[in-house]
């Protein structure tokens, strides 16, 4: 059992060490530890950094991509090196590394696929009032919009099977955290969360620059996934207000029609038929996306296809090669070491 802890990087140069010094050597239930990081267009010396830390493998932007992009990429670079587990933490070393165990436990123990880390928002010293109330709030919506029970939908400390990995698709450019568990919410995947820690704050989060900022593109954000994944009922909600308020004024036209003083109403009538109209035009946009719903469903399927086909390919090469060298060293009477132990030398 393989897991490759990845970190996405931009100008993390100050605080990447810290935060690698503290990623645990071995675990129980894994045989072999690497760690990734993404870095995302740094102008620092943060993979210096790291490649002198010994982090195992580095994706490279050349320009800054956002959270979103170094997501995916680690992801890829994750698996693409045979990984079974892929934890993602940050550079910052906001969370507790000790409890990595603790986050991919229930992945190990066959009950989940995605596991988030839930921290104790309201115990955190540097989290303003307003903040917390705030991160409250936007995990109830994402829990509403995605038909799932994660009381800290925020949190970039989540852990992922190889199999969600391959099914993963973020396509917002701000982050993947909400994106994420609305998807994995709404295709049924098995996700769950745990309690972690967190440690004292080394410098302010970079993903907003204002809480109203940061409100507004998370809502954005969440409005846009779910309306990806339910957009026939995403639509008739936005269909109903306008038809039930035309259908009041039209009954009031019939009112004042049968009382013989429809005369002075016609504007009503043409008001009554246009909410009407739209409400209806709305709906059948709702049933296009359906349709389109329904073919990204299909291309979904497919990518996942193409991705484990090309992944599994890899996975099954590097497999035949560590057995190809430790049946070399057997034959040569070298002493093998456990996987865990190789990968700390």
């Not at 098995?190 to 809502?219: C, D, Q």
Request: a neutral charge; proline letters at 3%.
């Amino acid at each position: 059992m393989k897991l490759i802890i990845q970190i996405p990087c931009y100008n993390e140069a100050e605080t990447l060490e810290i935060a690698l010094n503290d990623l645990p050597r071995t675990l129980e239930g894994i045989d072999e530890i690497e760690y990734l990081i993404i870095n995302d267009g740094s102008s620092d010396n943060t993979v210096e950094v790291a490649q002198k830390w010994g982090v195992h493998h580095v994706v490279n932007f050349k320009q800054n991509k956002g959270l979103a992009k170094g997501f995916m990429a680690g992801l890829d670079g994750c698996l693409r090196n045979g990984a079974d587990i892929i934890v993602n933490t940050d550079a910052d070393n906001q969370y507790c590394a000790e409890d990595i165990q603790k986050l991919i436990q229930p992945i190990l123990d066959g009950q989940a696929d995605m596991v988030i880390g839930e921290r104790p928002i309201d115990q955190t010293e540097h989290f303003s009032f307003l903040k917390k109330k705030l991160q409250h709030f936007g995990s109830w919506v994402v829990r509403k919009a995605s038909n799932t029970d994660i009381p800290d939908a925020p949190s970039g400390f989540r852990a992922f099977s190889r199999e969600a990995a391959m099914h993963i698709n973020v396509v917002n450019d701000y982050t993947y955290t909400l994106e994420t568990i609305v998807q994995a919410g709404r295709e049924k995947m098995a996700i769950t969360s745990v309690p972690v820690r967190t440690n004292a704050e080394l410098r302010p989060s970079r993903l907003f620059h204002s809480i109203w900022g940061y409100v507004k593109k998370s809502m954005l954000t969440i409005l846009r996934a779910y309306m990806m994944y339910k957009p026939l009922k995403s639509f008739t909600y936005l269909a109903v207000m306008p038809v039930l308020i035309g259908l009041m004024i039209g009954f009031r036209f019939l009112f004042y029609m049968a009382m013989g003083q429809s005369g002075g109403h016609v504007q009503s009538l043409i008001l009554a038929c246009t909410l009407i109209i739209i409400g209806f035009l709305t709906f059948m946009i709702g049933l296009l996306a359906d349709v389109i719903a329904a073919n990204r469903k299909l291309l979904q399927d497919t990518q996942y296809h193409a991705r484990k086909t090309e992944y599994d390919a890899i996975y099954l090469q590097m497999k035949v090669e560590k057995e190809a060298v430790k049946t070399y060293r057997l034959i040569n009477g070298e002493e093998v070491k456990p996987l865990a132990e190789a990968g700390e030398a």
